[in-house]
Each structure stands twice: as structure tokens, then as C-alpha cells.
């Protein structure tokens, strides 16, 4: 697989989120974060800084889903990535 220009595959990772009083917060109150964490699975071929395997958060109002080879996978642009870990 080889995403093709400033596009890039990523699996999202699941985060546990606690808050400062030490409450953990439950994926369904998670979900109303614009950024979520994910895993760099394959970058494109115009993608430069952003490397395989690194972690990154991305806003996930811009990613879709896809199916390859019977996996599910997100894809975003590469300016869709806030921070790379």
C-alpha cells in the first residue's frame, strides 16, 4: 500500500483521558475532542516531516475511513496533523 501524495494512513489509538481532578473521561466523552492520537501506518509519497510509526494527533473531523485488505484505516492530509509526537 502506498498512499499517494500528501495523503497518510493511520490507525487511531484508543487514550485513556483523565482529568486533573483524576477522573478518567469514557470514549463517548472523549469523542467531542476535535484532536485525537493515532499511529502513522504508511505516509504518502509527498509527505516529508512525518515518518511511519509516528504517533501524531490529527483533527479527526477530517479524516475518513477506508478498508484495505480487510483492515479498517483512517486517512488524512497531511495538514490535517496538529502535533507529531
Known amino acids: ?7 497518510i494512513v493511520i490507525t487511531d489509538i484508543e487514550e485513556e483521558v483523565k482529568t486533573s ?8 466523552d472523549t469523542d467531542g475532542f476535535r484532536y ?3 499511529v502513522v501506518v504508511k ?3 509527498d509527505v516529508e516531516v512525518i515518518k511511519e510509526g509516528d504517533e ?7 479524516s475518513f475511513k477506508m478498508m484495505i485488505n480487510d483492515v479498517q484505516y483512517s486517512i488524512i492530509q497531511e495538514r490535517d496533523v496538529v502535533v507529531v509526537l
Do not use: E, F
Open 21 to 28: 481532578s483524576g477522573l478518567l473521561l469514557s470514549g463517548k
Open 56 to 62: 501524531i494527533h490529527y483533527d479527526k473531523s477530517r
Open 36 to 38: 485525537k492520537k493515532a
Open 43 to 45: 505516509p504518502g509519497s
Open 1 to 7: 500500500m502506498q498512499p499517494i501524495g500528501k495523503y
